[in-house]
């Protein structure tokens, strides 16, 4: 049982690391804005598949970590996965029935909120982006969580 | 969710310098291991590029060199004959020597709407908040948020990022604040009668406390007219190109700090 518990404890950490990777991987300058928030969906699912355990302080330290890594405010990203968390395990049980592509769009309206939040404390610091190519990263995402839910869903099954 | 309304009003006093230094010794990893795939990229095409390329980039590099040694001798002489005059003025004003740290950037890409990279020295290596940060050919901007092993600079093109410049032609000062575009750069406050020229060389006029004084930052490409406004619009080229730059110079003064950080300065937009 014990020794179950530590290979999802590394499924999880395995796969936000890589997530991690993917949000700062260089791209060409028009890609850019358009990068999915791979970390944000990967917390989404890990959330409605797991949730006794991974929770809102999960997803609160993970925040910390980026915004140190990113060099925001510290508490911006803390403050927007935490959100995001909530969310996801509000309405987990929902979410897990639903087909894939209604996922999708759950997975998108569920960032709106998470990304309006890091706007918003953006704009207080005055440093708004002042474009609507913002909110691309909503789109993308929405379009990568089919591919996202088919691997961390076997990366669970594996585990 | 308290405690993060907590984390945010605590920033604002920095307060928790030593936490974020904590955790970034923690991330660094993961830095390093984004960065890996574009430095294994650029590794490979470097050892398989012909022995020919490598021939004549050597040649075009010594020529360099010899062209560069005859320059760097011309200025020891004018900075002697510079140091002369000075005495003869008795003034009390001199050129000062500074030190330079080379640091590498980790090629990996944070929010894209924020001119930010990450360089590969930290506060160990004698990284501090507010440093100045050289390219090839001229300022490209300064540490913001100093790491132990890593640290992020802020550009010149962020568009939180202003300084005090001076045209070296005419001595005219002004604003230089950043657009947000990699090449693009703001002139503030300039009227149509002052004396400017597309092709003007920007440099830093150590007024702000920001940087020091002397340091060329950027070129003058338009000025534009344009009716009913109070001021001439005018943009500017930084000298070094900033997508591609990958070395980078810290400058350090001799008597040790130059104070203050960007974002401190910024309040004049």
Known sequence: MNSQFLLKIRAVGGTLLAALILMLIPLPDWAGPWR??????????????????????????LGLLVDVLFGTLLGQYALGFALLAFIAIRFHIRARNYPIYQQALFAGIALLPYMAILLWIQGIQGEDPKSWLYWAPVL???????????VLRAVRKAN | MLSVGMMITDYHYNYLGFLRSGISVVVYPVKYLASLP??????????????????????RLRADQILLGLQLQKLAVLEQENARLR??????????????????LLS????????????????????YEGQPLLGAK?????????????????????????LLGVIARSGQRSLVVGTG???????????????????????????????????????IVSIQQIAGEAFVRVEAKPLTDLNTVRETLLLRNSEGQFPKTAENTTETR
């Open chain 1, 36 to 61: 999915p928030d791979w970390l944000a969906i990967t917390l989404i699912y890990w959330v409605i598949a797991w949730p006794e355990h991974v929770g809102i302080g999960i997803a609160w330290i």
């Open chain 2, 87 to 104: 005495e003869l003025f008795s003034s009390a004003k001199q050129l000062e020597e500074e030190q330079v740290l080379i640091a590498e």
């Open chain 2, 181 to 219: 575009s990699n090449d693009k750069l703001e002139l503030r406050h300039l009227v149509n009668e002052t004396d400017m020229q597309i092709g003007d060389l920007i440099t830093t006029s150590g007024l702000d406390g920001l940087y020091p004084p002397n340091y060329p930052v950027a070129e």
């Open chain 2, 38 to 59: 574009s430095n294994i990229y650029q590794a490979s095409t470097e050892a398989l590029s012909s022995r020919n390329k490598l021939l004549n980039e050597n040649a």
């Open chain 2, 138 to 162: 001229g300022i490209i901007g300064q540490i913001d948020k100093a790491g132990l092993v890593s640290s992020i600079a802020i550009l010149v093109t962020d568009p939180n990022h202003a």
């Open chain 1, 140 to 150: 993308t995402s929405m379009l990568m969580w089919p591919i996202v839910y088919k």
């Open chain 2, 108 to 127: 990996i890409d944070l929010d894209p709407y924020r001119h930010r990279i990450v360089l590969n020295k930290g506060t160990q290596d004698g990284v």
